[in-house]
């Protein structure tokens, strides 16, 4: 039986390493079907991404305590017996300061989606995961408004309505990551949920936090940045997505579009025009991170 | 003989303004050939630009002391015995707080180049002005550099060194503002002239000169966009030609494009890319401007 | 009580158009709250959409026999006691060869959606729709499959499952047609519906019938047009929302949207990245209809 | 002393090529800066792009007999006491059906541009290559008119005047490839060159033909794309540059670029608004051509 997996790898630059690792692979007979690589020569790292098939019946196994995350939650793939551990083994002693990780292709990502009342990128992600364009499982809807429960419910989704307010915020985060623990949650997405979470938050998200900024960060951020587009009169508008940090509007960008605006468009139009690529660009932020293609160093990423 | 003659009207909105207008144009027979309108509904504010045709002579006349300008120099018509007088009458009495002008549409624009080092966009607006793509006529070449003027030797236009330094600039911009004025300089251009121009000098252009800036605007002002650009890690850059104001790069945007970058750009390439937004933007707005399409009011601009 | 109406005129230009309709509405007392139009030169046409308020409460009457139309069903205003009645007799005096129609703004655009098996189309207009975007009402949907029945469902919509085979085209086209008819459609949409309509159902909805082809017409016309795109080695492909007419995806062009691919792009990729544009701009076509900014006038439409 | 060259290799695909071809690189101590590879799955073959550095004072020598060609002229480095002459060996003994070449990435490509009468396609390539930009050596400009000799002569680059009539044809392209000849050209572009190639001229610089085309290929090839795209009435329209085949308008596409029209643009303003596309296309893909980026089999192109 053919199994595909994905490795990512990042770790300092040095002579030899795109040499040693297909060798690696050739050594075990894993088909390397897919590889990217890139330097950064500022940095001297070297990123990594290669999808292999794996011909073996493969054991699940718990997380290995000695392998380091990129941007994700646990390798899936690890334990004695198991015809990846040459794998684990190589990787472990490849470079010092090497991190990587591990994940059958086929393990769709456990997402959860906060939302407050607009609906058209929560719209977006579900329909591009009910025809399997999005390799997802939406276990939770999660909001602080009551207005979208009718969603969920017709895509049969449960709904948790939290309402959040100054002296409830930090009951309500509580509440909000034990529903991500319960659901094994790998990612969460801020699809218009319009709150500011805590640094704590976005701590224990770190890299699994995926936001959709209404404009072509870095001009506007913060709230209302279509009225300052429109003030300020810009001729193209767009939206970004992002990982979300402590500092507002400030974290590493997956990805950005954009849409050419009128001067006669009001800010109702830049409103509308503006959602469809709220919509676009969250969702193929979201296609990127599900198929493991988002890698993070510092405040960028590497999309591959 | 038919002419094109241009009028531009910007008043305080009113009821029947259009059928007041149109109904002046049919009766002395002028022909309208192109009409476009906008109404700014949050300051009760009415644009209107329209090319017409008048069959007969001519006499170009002196600048009249009641006309108001919109954005541009000085109209090309007026005098006793013009078969456009009454035209000017009209206009004079429309509303108050009205402002307008009219030029011939033949009448190509007077455009002072100012450059620095990079070739760029001075190249493109040369290019597309000798194939009488952009109606402009270029008297004069202005460079803190003697490194371009190989080029204006080339298209055979006169090029002024006028090096600048802190404690020369005020000299400098006096003999720039005389060159402009000798050379009856409609519109000055700052093709990646990379100095900051005082406010007298600003103030003696204002809404006649044009920059353009290597952003995204407002994301990026000043200096060094691209590498901002790439230590922010967005994922699309941009170019902004504005009319230069007293806050920098901060006046009303005139035109923007945009390119998609990668997470293997080099600040090389975004230089490299960014250098096609930043000339097609520039010469854009030229033509733009050029054809008497761009009207100001407040920081924005109206593009018919 | 304020109401809003659309007027849409097309017919053979000729000098003082514009003021005598911009007069007949400051005579009336109708404010004029947009304005747009355009004559083709070529063929001398003027064409006209005016949005304006009328202060008064208004009785609906049945379409009157001597309105023509222009891209849609029935005009929704008429007869006695009307005070739009004046502005009917109007413009049935204008010209000789003009159409015209006229709506209230407010009522929403009766759509019926055919579909196949592919959902994105779908999930996008009832996505705009639910959230007040796109001004339709989506009494039902048809398909020759049974497979998107499930959101149908979600959406309490009702779905008619009607089958098509080489030898009950006919039939299920009566069927067809009658559905439309029973439920008052102005508006089908052909959101990926993988069969072609015979020219007598073409016809009965001339002008209100509209197609999504996964191309940038006119390449690519036909079936498999991302395999062509893929063999052909073209750099960037689209999509194209048109009128249907006899001759197939031939009918005018409402929108048009792009995307970039590269060499490493499977069919698959493509498949994926065009879904997004697809979707976009049928939606898009569907919004300037519903806003009543569709013109169409040969084999081409004016977007207002 | 470090000397950056370029290796081009595409080969029949087979385990292990990667590996043994960056083995190689270890082991003689070149250092590879930029690898890019890419695997047609439907054709199974190999395609790779190693751009590295030598330590070593070369010989420059004459193409060697078995090496074989990929979309350029001859290899510049060969022959025996050459340090790459390892590498040479290694690549004749890779593979049956290897197909590859090596430069030198200083060596300019010798570029002949020809034209008829219209000048943006020219003057930007000028205009790139005297800022460094495009890494061109331009020693002729060929004309079947005199109309754009005084470009270059301000370029001061030879003006070649053939006139190319239905009788004279035969000779005219003897005589342009004798000029070809003459200046060693690598490469020759059709900067608008108003004349179609017989196949003998084709097939003698296969794939080193580059034309622009003023529309979205293959929508609208042959004469006047944009007067059918006028009466077409598309929303959008474009420009490809492809290598030139003995099939009009059919050869591998290179690149290609698109800008948005409005129902109001004249046919005119689509030939105003296509010309900076089609200079910016015809531009990229020379960048991509003179950095060796491009690579053709069947009918396509890949670009690293």
Redesign the interface.
């Known amino acids: 039986m053919h199994k595909t997996y994905i490795l990512r790898i990042s770790c300092p630059d040095r002579?030899?390493l795109?040499?040693e690792i297909?060798?690696f692979?050739?050594q075990y007979g894993h088909?390397?079907i897919e590889?990217d690589?890139?330097v950064d020569?500022h940095q001297s790292r070297f990123f990594m991404r290669i999808a292999f098939t794996v011909e073996s019946i493969l054991q699940p196994a718990k997380t290995p305590p000695g392998s380091s995350m990129i941007g994700e939650g646990a390798p899936v793939l690890a334990g004695g017996g198991d015809p990846l551990a040459s794998l684990r083994v190589f990787m472990n002693e490849l470079n010092s300061g090497t991190e990587w990780d591990l994940h059958a292709a086929d393990r769709p990502i456990r997402t959860a989606i906060f939302v407050t009342k607009?609906?058209?990128c929560l719209?977006?992600i579900l329909?591009?995961s009910?025809?399997g364009?999005l390799p997802v499982e939406i276990p939770v809807i999660i909001s602080n408004h009551e207005d979208l429960r009718y969603i969920a419910d017709?895509?049969e989704i449960p709904f948790e309505y939290i309402p959040v307010h100054a002296d409830t915020k930090s009951a309500a985060e509580i509440k909000q990551l034990e529903i991500l623990k319960q659901h094994n949650i790998d990612l969460a997405v801020l699809a218009k949920y319009m709150q500011i979470l805590s640094p704590s938050f976005i701590d224990a998200y770190r890299n699994r936090l995926i936001n959709i900024h209404h404009s072509?960060?870095?001009?506007?951020p913060g709230s209302r940045p279509y009225h300052s587009a429109y003030?300020?009169?810009?001729?193209?508008i767009?939206a970004t997505s992002h990982f979300v940090t402590e500092e507002l509007d400030a974290g590493?960008?997956?990805?950005?579009?954009?849409i050419?605006i009128?001067?006669?468009d009001?800010i109702e139009d830049l409103k509308?025009k503006g959602?469809?690529v709220e919509k676009?660009v969250l969702?193929?932020a979201l296609w990127y991170y599900a198929n493991r293609r988002v890698m993070t160093y510092g405040?960028?990423?590497?999309?591959f």
Chains 1, 2, 3, 4 share one sequence.
């Open positions: 002579v030899g795109v040499h297909t060798s692979f050739k088909n390397i590889i690589q890139y020569l607009e609906s058209h719209l977006d329909s591009r009910i025809d364009e017709r895509f072509f960060l870095p001009a506007f003030y300020r009169g810009v001729k193209i767009g590493p960008i997956i990805e950005q579009d954009v050419r009128k001067h006669s009001s509308r959602k469809e676009n969702s193929r405040n960028k990423t590497i999309i």
